[in-house]
């Protein structure tokens, strides 16, 4: 992505308590970064952040899917919820990013977002809380009873440098947001589908690039996913990672790097893939 680390999750609060939301979106070390994250519960008090599970409304599972092509990602996130307490409302924001030239004000950067609630489309709010932005959005939930949410939207491809002036595609999700909810999440399974051209063909350990990151290294390892967090089975340039009762740590927050490349700035960022991508 010419812009890959978008940490997306939805905050929620009852309609008693003021909610706002924790986490840092995006990180700019070239053109961008894209990346995706889990729901999450959040309130700030007083101007501190205090993370506590949600006390009725709990995560029963979530799928997700991102699919990768050579300019952008379509992301599909699906949340189903489950209200173990009396009726009330939840508000919910997705995150986004901002962006402002000079004067204006700043704009949405989530392209052709859509969510439903049950199936049914719902409308959201772009609004910068804290000086992040979010896609807003109040959700009912009757007494005992169950909710499916979904987002999907489109985000342009983003890169970021590594040792030896290689760039690479870099796609974070963060897992440890759905913690927030009450209870343990009782399924999680993401489907990365690399649907443009390049093809994975192996799974190596992030560690490697911690030491390594010249040309020669990364000619070598131009088919290669690089993944740090929970590992996944790689099977027809599709990376599935499931997970089932658990609770996830920022330990657990998914890092993928993949098809790098160089740029000749002298010719106005023209890319030159490495190897056979």
Same mark, same amino acid.
């Given at each position: ?16 308590? &003021? ?6 979106? &995006? ?28 006390? #009725? ?12 092509? /050579? ?30 030239a000079g004067d204006e004000p700043p704009t949405s950067q989530l392209r052709e977002f859509r969510s439903w609630v049950d199936g049914t489309p719902?409308?959201?709010?772009? #609004?910068?809380? =804290? ?6 959005? #109040? ?25 030896? #002036? ?15 909810? =009450? ?14 051209? &390049? ?33 996944? /089975? ?29 740029? /000749? ?13």
């Amino acid at each position: 992505m010419f812009r890959f680390v978008r940490r997306t999750f939805e905050t929620g609060t009852t309609s008693e308590t &003021f909610m706002r939301h924790l986490f840092v979106l &995006f990180s700019f070390l070239t053109a961008g970064t894209v990346a995706w994250a889990n729901d999450g519960w959040a309130v700030y008090l007083g101007g501190e952040k205090s993370i506590s599970p949600h006390p #009725q409304i709990r995560m029963v599972k979530e799928y997700i899917t991102i699919d990768v092509g /050579d300019r952008s990602a379509w992301v599909t996130c699906t949340f189903w919820f489950r209200n173990d307490g009396p009726a009330t409302v939840v508000q919910m924001a997705y995150p986004d990013e901002s962006s402002a030239a000079g004067d204006e004000p700043p704009t949405s950067q989530l392209r052709e977002f859509r969510s439903w609630v049950d199936g049914t489309p719902i409308k959201t709010k772009f #609004q910068l809380i =804290k000086n992040q932005a979010y896609r807003v959005k #109040q959700v009912q939930f009757g007494a005992r009873s169950n909710r499916k949410v979904v987002n999907r939207y489109r985000i342009p491809l983003g890169s970021v440098a590594t040792k030896g #002036q290689v760039y690479v595609h870099d796609l974070h999700y963060t897992f440890s947001t759905g913690a927030c909810w =009450k209870g343990n999440i009782g399924r999680t399974e993401l489907i990365t589908r690399f649907k443009g051209k &390049f093809k994975p063909r192996n799974v190596q350990s992030a560690v490697l690039l911690e030491r390594e990151g010249p040309s020669s290294f990364w000619k070598n390892h131009s088919s290669s996913l690089f993944a740090n967090g929970p590992r996944g /089975d790689l099977n027809e340039s599709r990376y599935r990672i499931v997970r089932r009762n658990w609770r996830p740590t920022e330990g657990d927050n998914l890092r993928l790097q993949f098809r790098p490349f160089t740029i /000749d700035w002298s010719r106005g960022e023209h890319k030159t893939y490495l190897g056979r991508t």
